[in-house]
T-cell receptor, first 115, second 114 residues
Framework: AQSVTQLGSHVSVSEGALVLLRCNYS??????LFWYVQYPNQGLQLLLK??????LVKGINGFEAEFKKSETSFHLTKPSAHMSDAAEYFC?????????????FGGGTRLMVKP | DTGVSQDPRHKITKRGQNVTFRCDPI?????LYWYRQTLGQGPEFLTY????????KSRLLSDRFSAERPKGSFSTLEIQRTEQGDSAMYLC????????????FGPGTRLTVT
């Protein structure tokens, strides 16, 4: 079964610093890859996705992620953190061969931004 | 607002009672998913519908859980004889299958079983 690992359940950065949230998947066939953000007591908002094509994908709010097949990774970055980025971030995958496109999520990383 | 909506947003119930949640997807979306998220964890897949047909159910979906999507529009998720372990956030998502792989999530229903 597919699994998703997010290293670091909590990440703390200073405002203006680089944000790096890590995500690794387990399957030998690269899945579809997604990053979602969740603010307290809210649903999930899609930040960005990779399905095919260019391996560096840009999303909303200045975030981007790079798909690296050799490392089975899809790490999320943002050059300069803003206070409003404080939230829970989830990496998710969907198997290409599964017609249902169900998402398997990692455990999440809580991003804290210090002033 | 044309996003995914869920009702109620919060539900507190006593153990053993039945509860029902509703999800209204984005209107043109043919696929609807239910996920469950417990505190401090990522969401876990429960079930999904393609139009009105329920095509897959997770092993997490015990026989106390039932979901419907009549006429391929809104969906309901019912939990019978609730247990404390059912306390979680129940998330609904919709997608336009065949066109995109993006799932759009609703705000969730937080269930507390006392």
């Amino acid at each position: 079964a597919q699994s998703v690992t997010q290293l670091g359940s909590h990440v703390s950065v200073s405002e203006g610093a680089l944000v790096l949230l890590r995500c690794n998947y387990s399957s030998s066939v690269p899945p579809y890859l997604f990053w979602y953000v969740q603010y307290p007591n809210q649903g999930l908002q899609l930040l960005l996705k990779y399905t095919t094509g260019a391996t560096l994908v840009k999303g909303i709010n200045g975030f981007e992620a790079e798909f690296k097949k050799s490392e089975t990774s899809f790490h999320l970055t943002k050059p300069s953190a803003h206070m409003s980025d404080a939230a829970e971030y989830f990496c998710a995958v969907s198997d290409r061969g599964n017609a249902g496109n169900m998402l398997t999520f990692g455990g999440g990383t809580r991003l804290m931004v210090k002033p | 607002d044309t996003g995914v909506s869920q009702d109620p947003r919060h539900k507190i119930t006593k153990r053993g009672q039945n509860v029902t949640f509703r999800c209204d997807p984005i209107s043109e979306h043919n696929r609807l998913y239910w996920y469950r998220q417990t505190l401090g964890q990522g969401p876990e897949f429960l079930t999904y519908f393609q139009n009105e047909a329920q095509l897959e159910k997770s092993r997490l979906l015990s026989d106390r859980f039932s979901a419907e999507r009549p006429k391929g529009s809104f969906s309901t998720l019912e939990i019978q004889r609730t247990e404390q372990g059912d306390s979680a956030m129940y998330l609904c998502a919709s997608m336009l299958a065949g066109v995109t792989y993006e799932q759009y999530f609703g705000p969730g229903t937080r269930l507390t079983v006392t």
